[in-house]
């Protein structure tokens, strides 16, 4: 499954998106409906790291 965009109003599968509204869909269904552009590929969301995650908790702990 990958997240679009809706670029116009559209329905899709029977449900109605607005424009900019976020849509999840597999990536094959995505691909088919390229040539319509009535979706753009929605930018990935960071995630944070473990340790990312770890460091800053620990940079965080009050000093003794």
Known sequence: M???IATRRTTLNGKTYAK???VRMPAAQFED???TK???RA???KKA???AAAAE???SAAPD
């Open 2 to 4: 990958i997240d679009a």
């Open 20 to 22: 900019g509204a976020p």
């Open 33 to 35: 409906l390229k040539p």
């Open 38 to 40: 009535r979706f753009e």
């Open 43 to 45: 930018p990935v969301a």
């Open 49 to 51: 790291t473990v340790s």
């Open 57 to 59: 908790s620990k940079s």
